[in-house]
Each structure stands twice: as C-alpha cells, then as structure tokens.
C-alpha cells in the first residue's frame, strides 16, 4: 500500500514538474518576436533571435509579433476629387512593426493596426486626391500622390509603433452608373469618327474609280486610234501590193482573184446559186486564160482627113 502511494506521489511530483517546465519554456519562430510580460510590463528585451527560451511559469506571459511585411487591402471607397467627379479609389499599404512594445500596448494585435491604418488611409485619400483632378489620379500625378499619402500615414502610424513602407492606388474609376454614360459618349464618338472614315474613304474611292475608268477610257481611245491608223497603214500597203501585182501580171492577177472568188463562195459547202455555165465567173473551169477582151470595133467612116 505505501508502495502504490509513493508511486502515485512520484508520478503526480513528475507531471507537476513536466508542467512547470513546459509553462517556464517557449519557443520563437524565425517569423516573430517576443515579448515577456509580466503583469503587463516587460521584464526583459525584445526577443528577436528564434529558439528556446524560459519564462517564470504562472507569472510570465508571452507576447509574439509578426516582424514580416504585412499588408492591409483597404476597401474601395468613393472618393470626390477637384472637378466634382466621384471615383472609387482601391488602395494597399505595406507596413511592419517597428516597437512591438509601443504597438501592444496601443492596438494590442495586427487587426487593431489594421482598423487604425484604415481610417487614416481613408482620410489621407480624401485629403489628396480632393484636389487633384481625374487625369492627375490616373496619369499624370500618380507616383506624385501616392508619395503624398505615404508620408502623411508614416507620420500617423508612429505613435502606434508601426512603419508604413508603402501606399498604391490599384484601381481608380468612376462608379458603374457614371463609367455607363461615359462608355457610350465613348461609343458615340467613336462611332462618328468611324462614319467620317468611311466617308473620306468612300469619297477617295469615288475619285480613284473615276480617275481609273478615264484613264481606261484614254488609253482605249489611244489604243483604237492606234489601231486604226496601223489598219489603215495595212491596207493601204496591201493595196499598193496588190496594184504592184496587178501591173506585173495582169492575168495571174486576175486567176488569183477567181481563186480567192471561188474560195469564199464555196467555202462553207451549202452556197446555192443559178449562174450559167458559160458565165464569165467560171470560165477558169474550161480554159486555163480569161478570153482575150475583144478589139474595140473600127469606125464605119472614118474622119476625113485635112488635105494639105
């Protein structure tokens, strides 16, 4: 019986000091720092190294702070810039704990520095970009106001042991009614530069057709000219063969017209006609030469001569 009970003490004295040791211990991630705390005051430095640590157990609390960048996406809000036109501004901002003391102790955790940083990111958006104009915001001043906002949230975010790295604008619209209306003054303009397109090429194309169909109509009429005057040329050079032949042989001539008489009466093979036999057309079907035309006839009386 004593046995049993000083087993059980054993045990009982062994699980209290395992306890003990596991509440007297911590361990800090290569991702955070620590703060020991007791009764709400620090009893030692910042712990910034990784590894393991002891604490008085029971009396002793362990505060870890991220030591990362942490990001905050602010929610898109409207935004009332120089010119009277609402825009809804999304931005972020970088930040990271410098005095983890300083920021326990006035927001306690990240998500009180979020709320904290939200309402003066709000603020600072609407201070600069109420007047800056549309085209500033989205073009031309960008870097210029971003900057701007920085520096007014870095002077904010010290009193809660932060340090704000970096401010951006990642959108900047009009809202949906008013991005509607200008979408389609967009879509009017540009439907009205598209018809003044097509009118200046539907003109072009006019002039360049009319130019296309008179040069058509010069170079034809040159061409028929042309033409006419090389036919003409033609024959007037075959006709002066044709008379060089005729007066070197007049009956060659004459058979080789025949020929060509025959040749184009005949050609097709159906030409009907009543011509007698002894008609001059055919007389190269019975003599090889044209009869020889007859001797003008002599006078029945001569003239009387002048006597001397």
């Known amino acids: 019986m004593n046995r049993s009970l000083s087993g059980l003490a054993v045990a009982v004295v062994a699980a209290i000091a395992i306890v003990l040791v596991l509440m007297s211990t911590f361990v800090v991630d290569p991702t955070e720092q620590a703060l020991v705390l007791r009764f709400g005051q620090p009893v030692r430095d910042l712990i910034g190294a990784p590894g393991l640590y002891f604490k008085a157990p029971l009396i002793d609390t362990v505060v870890y702070i991220d030591k990362r960048i942490l990001a905050l996406d602010n929610e898109r809000q409207e935004v009332l810039v120089s010119d009277n036109q609402r825009l809804e501004v999304d931005a972020f901002v970088r930040y990271k704990i410098a005095d983890p003391l300083l920021f326990y102790q006035s927001v306690y955790n990240t998500r009180g520095a979020d709320a904290q940083l939200g309402g003066m990111l709000n603020s600072a958006l609407r201070r600069t970009l109420s007047g800056a104009s549309i085209t500033d915001i989205v073009r031309d001043k960008r870097d210029a106001l971003m900057a701007d906002i920085r520096d007014q949230m870095i002077g904010g975010a010290k009193r809660f042991g932060i340090d704000v790295i970096?401010?951006?604008?990642?959108?900047?619209?009009?809202?949906?009614?008013?991005?509607?209306?200008?979408?389609?003054?967009?879509?009017?303009?540009?439907?009205?530069?598209?018809?003044?397109?097509?009118?200046?090429?539907?003109?072009?194309?006019?002039?360049?057709?009319?130019?296309?169909?008179?040069?058509?109509?010069?170079?034809?009429?040159?061409?028929?000219?042309?033409?006419?005057?090389?036919?003409?040329?033609?024959?007037?050079?075959?006709?002066?063969?044709?008379?060089?032949?005729?007066?070197?042989?007049?009956?060659?001539?004459?058979?080789?017209?025949?020929?060509?008489?025959?040749?184009?009466?005949?050609?097709?093979?159906?030409?009907?006609?009543?011509?007698?036999?002894?008609?001059?057309?055919?007389?190269?079907?019975s003599t090889p030469t044209p009869a020889p035309a007859a001797p003008a006839p002599a006078a029945a009386n001569p003239p009387p001569t002048k006597a001397d």
């Open 166 to 285: 970096d401010v951006r604008i990642k959108r900047a619209d009009l809202p949906a009614e008013n991005s509607e209306a200008v979408f389609r003054r967009m879509q009017t303009e540009r439907q009205q530069r598209a018809a003044s397109y097509r009118a200046q090429g539907s003109q072009q194309a006019q002039q360049i057709r009319a130019e296309a169909d008179r040069k058509v109509t010069v170079i034809t009429a040159q061409a028929q000219q042309q033409s006419e005057q090389i036919r003409g040329e033609g024959d007037g050079e075959r006709n002066r063969i044709f008379a060089e032949t005729y007066g070197a042989d007049p009956e060659f001539f004459a058979f080789y017209r025949s020929m060509q008489a025959y040749q184009n009466a005949f050609k097709d093979g159906q030409t009907r006609s009543l011509v007698s036999p002894k008609s001059d057309f055919f007389r190269y079907f």
